[in-house]
Nanobody, 126 residues
Framework: QVQLVESGGGSLEAGGSLTLSCAAS?????MGWFRQAPGKEREGVAT???????KYDDSVKDRFTISKDNDKNTVTLQMNSLKPEDASVYYC???????????????????????WGRGTQVTVSS
């Protein structure tokens, strides 16, 4: 059983930057970030595998950067130019297998990830 622990959430004004980190207790392949705003379904933000194959949701492309340290089993999400619509609880997720070969916005994409963190709140004020 792999445990994931997120850190780095917080509150800030629009236009600011924030870095989220997630540490896995064991070796994983694909790691990703998902987010869920109140009243909305959880959505994929970005994923990365051990070979640094990366996917971004279109809403965060060019603003967010995901990176992974395979030796430390950590994944980081650098979020720049934050918008109020980015406010959500952000979840780290991981799987021992490869990242799904599907778009991040594919329905049930998250089902490929058996391991989840508890989430960290990101609040963005306008």
């Amino acid at each position: 059983q792999v445990q994931l622990v997120e850190s780095g959430g917080g509150s800030l004004e629009a236009g600011g930057s924030l870095t989220l980190s997630c540490a896995a207790s064991g070796t994983v392949n694909c790691m990703g970030w998902f987010r869920q705003a109140p009243g909305k379904e959880r959505e994929g933000v970005a994923t990365i595998d051990r070979d640094a194959n990366i996917k971004y949701d279109d809403s965060v492309k060019d603003r967010f950067t995901i990176s992974k340290d395979n030796d430390k089993n950590t994944v980081t999400l650098q979020m720049n130019s934050l918008k109020p619509e980015d406010a959500s609880v952000y979840y780290c997720a991981a799987t021992l297998g490869r990242c799904p070969g599907l778009p991040l916005n594919y329905k049930n994409y998250e089902r490929a990830f058996p391991y989840w963190g508890r989430g960290t709140q990101v609040t963005v004020s306008s």
